[in-house]
Nanobody, 126 residues
Framework: QVQLVESGGGSVQAGDSLRLSCTTS????????MGWFRQAPGKEREFVASIDYIGERPFYAADSVKGRFIISRENVAGVTVYLQMNNLKPEDTAVYYCAGATGVTLAIVPRLFNTWGQGTQVTVSS
């Protein structure tokens, strides 16, 4: 069973930055698009961003993160996907999930993602 392992979450103040990481040792994921989603308490899971298999085409689905979040990836010894989150706001508080779109090199719609991590909590206080 493929494992996507997130790390880097935590509790910060508004205006701070965090960098989330998602790692898998499965080399096949270097040929797949990867993405980040988030789910705030009482809300549906939201598609945040994705990146193509070689890391050249980032896509930001959520308008609220454009200009503040940066997605990137490294295809070394498996795959590591990053989400650099700057100028964090209380409304960014959520569990953040890493996801893979197996068999797809570029994914800009949520339904293409079919492999999920366990999530990492991000809490931003004002």
């Amino acid at each position: 069973q493929v494992q996507l392992v997130e790390s880097g979450g935590g509790s910060v103040q508004a205006g701070d930055s965090l960098r989330l990481s998602c790692t898998t040792s499965e080399h096949t994921f270097s040929t797949y698009a990867m993405g980040w989603f988030r789910q705030a308490p009482g809300k549906e899971r939201e598609f945040v961003a994705s990146i193509d298999y070689i890391g050249e085409r980032p896509f930001y689905a959520a308008d609220s993160v454009k200009g503040r979040f940066i997605i990137s990836r490294e295809n070394v010894a498996g795959v590591t996907v990053y989400l650099q989150m700057n100028n964090l706001k209380p409304e960014d508080t959520a569990v953040y999930y890493c996801a893979g779109a197996t068999g797809v090199t570029l994914a800009i719609v949520p339904r293409l993602f079919n492999t999920w991590g366990q999530g990492t909590q991000v809490t931003v206080s004002s």
